[in-house]
């Protein structure tokens, strides 16, 4: 796989983390960015949203024209843009992966979460 996708937080401190973690786990070559402010909380709650929307037309692109079909959505300690409590914010995760999972069913969706020390989990999601 060539492509692969990532829906991080603009948070500069989580982009390398996430890149290396993608590469490794899908052996992609390239990871198209798509950043938010905390991307999960409108994911999660206002999936009606224009934020939402420019989201998955990125996605879309990426999935599209790129042909990726790797998808990783992704919170994290201390985010500025969705201060929300970490238990909140992995609920927030797990309805961003089954929103994305129900778009993308072509794609391996993953959540990913992104602790103090910057080390990255992927967290399950029935
Ligand atoms: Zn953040």
């Given amino acids: ?21 993608m590469e490794q786990r899908f052996g992609a070559r390239w990871i198209d960015a798509i950043t938010e402010a905390g991307p999960v909380r409108p994911l999660a709650d206002e999936p009606e949203s224009p934020v939402v929307a420019s989201i998955l037309a990125r996605c879309d ?5 790129h042909g990726s079909r790797a998808i990783a959505v992704v919170a994290h300690a201390d985010c500025a843009g969705n201060p929300a409590p970490e238990e909140v914010q992995r609920e927030q995760l797990a309805r961003a992966v089954r929103l994305l999972r129900d ?4 794609a391996t969706v ?14 399950p999601v029935a």
Avoid at 103 to 106: C, G, I, M, S
Avoid at 110 to 123: C, I, M, T
């Fill in 1 to 21: 796989m060539s492509f692969a996708t990532a829906i991080n937080c603009m948070d500069g401190r989580v982009q390398r983390p996430v890149l290396d973690w």
């Fill in 61 to 65: 692109v990426s999935t599209g024209r």
């Fill in 103 to 106: 778009r993308y069913p072509v």
């Fill in 110 to 123: 993953v959540g990913l979460w992104v602790d103090e020390k910057f080390r990255v989990h992927e967290v």
